[in-house]
């Protein structure tokens, strides 16, 4: 150029990819390892059915359930437990990001932070409709049909979503809190049963001392089974159903957060990696 002048290169900052874009993205990267491991993606879609089977059987003669068998009673409470179990687990592979170092240099990408914990919930929301569908066509073949029929299969699966939503950002909030797996699989073991036997999964409420009946009215698992075993026993009674979703969507709305300000805290005090 006249004058003098000379052309300097400049850095134009990379393009941030969207928050859809990068969760879905992610997600299929999980999709992908569980695809590549059929022993795996078999035995998470066999094992809800059988505890169906196993636990119908096992609690049937000694838990009286009126105006229905035991059978369509526990089917509500296998759904939301297998719901449970898939989505308390969901956080170790953040775990496992942590120790390798990719959780850093996905950090250090131009996407949402927040993609991180979407793609996880995503896929175990997936993994889990699809063992929900399992469980409720084992238990078709058990003589257990839906009141709601076919339709309600489909609200069950958006409730099981629901509750598995706040429960993998629970568990995320845990993988990016605790320093690594003992701890995790420690906390996680310590609060999964105790979940599953202060709800009404095993037994009605009105069966359970009355100290356990309350713990288990705070309990989110309660409100999941009651929706899903309302839909399997009644019917479309939108009243109780609406009710629950619109709780779980508080309870996913106030875990979201609680996994976003972990994710933060874990930023700002250098702990993307495990020692």
Not at 56 to 84: E, I, P
Not at 248 to 270: I, Y
């Amino acid at each position: 150029m006249s004058g003098g002048a000379t052309w300097q290169s400049v850095a134009r900052p990379p393009v941030r990819t969207s928050l859809p874009r990068a969760s879905l993205a992610l997600a299929a990267r999980w999709w992908t390892r569980l695809l590549r491991e059929p022993a795996g993606l078999t035995a998470a879609l066999v094992q809800p059915a059988l505890w169906l089977v196993l636990f119908g059987n096992l609690f049937a003669r000694g838990t009286v359930v009126r105006g229905t068998s035991y059978m369509a009673f526990m089917t509500a409470g296998v759904v939301v437990m297998t719901v449970l179990n898939g989505s308390l687990s969901g956080g170790v592979e953040i775990l496992f990001d942590r120790e390798s170092g990719l959780l850093q240099r996905l950090l250090a990408m131009p996407i949402s932070s927040l993609s991180i914990v979407v793609s996880r919930a995503l896929f175990v929301v997936l993994l889990s409709a699809a063992q929900v569908t399992m469980i409720v066509c084992a238990a078709a073949l058990l003589g257990v049909r839906l009141a709601t029929g076919v339709p309600g299969l489909l609200v069950v699966l958006g409730i099981g979503v629901l509750f598995g939503v706040g429960v993998t950002a629970l568990s995320m909030a845990m993988a990016f809190a605790l320093r690594g797996h003992s701890q995790f699989f420690g906390v996680t073991s310590f609060i999964g049963l105790p979940l599953v036997f202060v709800s009404n999964a095993l037994v009605p409420l009105d069966q359970m001392p009355s100290w356990l009946a309350s713990l288990a009215a705070v309990n989110p698992m309660t409100y999941a089974i009651g929706a899903v075993r309302t839909l399997v026993l009644q019917g479309f009674l939108w009243g109780p159903v609406l009710s629950t979703a619109a709780f779980l969507a508080a309870f996913d709305a106030a875990m979201l957060a609680l996994a976003v300000g972990a994710m933060r805290w874990m930023t700002l005090r250098g702990g993307a990696g495990l020692d």
